[in-house]
């Protein structure tokens, strides 16, 4: 049989095909070839020209600067001893991140040892808690440990030595150093130095210093802060969470000024004591007293029945911490008649010895106003008038004088204005202004009610008196001393002329019978015990109702009773000025402060060994025959 032979179809060509590389993978090698080379460039480039500045800016991120504080100024009194000052103390803390990675590591990797982070902070904990039983407990440091957070600060006020001992044995505790303030006197003279710390719990206290909360720590907070320094420390990556042991100084701190105060300690010491016993005594609700400079207006001394203990101020009650000298007005009483004597006087209505008919009232407007003791018409000396305090002689007196030139005195000793003593929260006291008057105001006024003032302001009046007319302006700070030793004293004190020397010499010659023990009633002062033995005393006695806060009138058995005095008359040194808040008057002590004033001078006549006045004052005429 024949084979058929196939014939191929037509139009079909055969292909052979060769594999070669594709257009895809040309291009990506290409694009590779192409990054590698931009990146070994890149590389170079940065090498080369930017290595350092990329080091300096990695260093950057990973260090942070922290505040050092400065060493707080110290606060002195005029002969030098330390009222408060600062000693450094150390912070301990911790890195709870990096102690649990660490510690729970060393867990997985030694499971044999028993030692994780649990075990390490009982046993830091355990060690902590003996070495400061003082200031924390191991349960306390347990409960920070297991803070949730990253960082916690464990104990404040540690001892440099035994945080150093802390911190070898436990590398992982950190400590910064801090400061804390010592108030070696306790509750002397705290309502004048005040208080100063930094909390625990502040988020941002390693950035700042210790810091005034009260009195003159507050009111002179930027001269004691001084400026703090710097330190670099190596930070945690992604916090601020310093590594221990890496930091270092880069300014140091500057410390702060020391306040030199014009108050002496043992005068402050014996007027709290005495003050608070006197209260106690009389059973007032308060008091506050002042002894003064009678020459300069330097207080010596600035006291409140009751005051705050610095080591535990979260226990100070409100009255505690109010520091009443200053802050807290009220209506003076009789000693305020000092105004109408030296308005009589510097005006010549009257002399030290003029006779003035006194009946036993008289009549303001719609008011009546009477003596302490029922009497006739009787003849006084101008001097008797104050020495016996007669209400109605002074307010005849006063219309004499008139209103205008009464008031012009009363602003001139000070009365409604703040003496500028530098002491937080001061109170201008009041004086009603002259368009507000009723016709009754000025049968109030020149016998110490309607107006108020606070015990400084008393005691300025009588310094003005003391020192020939011529008002100082109070001060507490005499100066500040920087760190190099520098002593920079405080500005000149303002001064401000009263009254002449001549008149301000015959009211304070007047008030020397308020002390005055004659024979016969009438020729008695109103303050007797207020006298001390050698020495001439110029005083003055005042005794204010006041006012009912219920019924918005003045109460008929509390009073404010105040004293003011100068000592010695003859030679004047220091003045001093008392009020007591609402004494119980039915009490022997209770219905003046005169014995109060008494041990006050005889202890400031003691200390400062006083020269004994010259001759014994004489026995002046109160009512003539």
Known sequence: ???????????????????????????ATLIL??????????????????????????????????DLPAKRGDI????????AFSVETRTLQVNLRDMRERWNEHAREHPESGKDFEARIAEISAYMAQKLPALTTEDDLLSRFRTPGPFTFLVDNVPPSVADTITRKFPEIAQEKRAMREYPGGRLASNIVGYANWRMDSPDRSKHNIHGLVGLENAYDNALVGRPGRVLVDTSEGDDIPIPGTAREVHPA???????????SDVQYELQRRLSDYVSATRANGGSAVVMDAKTGEVYGLANDTTFDPDNITSATAKEMNNQAVTTPFEPGSVNKVVTASAALEHGVVTPRSRIMVPGQITVADRTIRDAWAHGTMPFTTTGVFAKSSNVGTLKLA??????????????FGLGERTGIGLPGESPGSVPPRNQWSGSTFGNLPIGQGLSMTVVQLAGMYQAIANGGERVEPRIVSATVRGDGTRVPRPAPDRVQVVSEHTADQVLRMLRATTQDAP??????TAPPAAVEGYQIAAKTGTAQQIDPVTGAY???????????VLPADNPRFVVAIRLDAPDTTLPLGYSAAPLYHDIAAYLAQRYQIPLSEKRASVMPLVLD
């Open 1 to 27: 049989m024949r084979s058929k032979r196939v014939a191929p179809r037509r139009g079909r060509r055969v292909r052979i095909r060769l594999r070669l590389p594709s257009n895809r993978y040309a291009t």
């Open 33 to 66: 070839v192409t990054v590698l080379s931009l990146a070994g460039l890149k590389l170079v480039y940065l090498q080369a020209f930017q290595a350092e500045a990329l080091s300096a800016r990695a260093e950057e991120q990973r260090e942070t600067i922290i």
């Open 76 to 83: 002195i009194d005029r002969n030098g001893t330390k009222l």
């Open 254 to 264: 500057v410390p702060g000024s020391d306040l030199e105060l014009t108050i002496d």
């Open 399 to 412: 219309q004499r004088v008139g209103e205008g030139r009464w008031l012009g005195i009363a602003k001139k």
């Open 520 to 525: 016969g009633y009438l020729n008695d002062g």
């Open 555 to 565: 109460s008929q058995s509390k009073y404010n009773i105040t004293f003011a005095g």
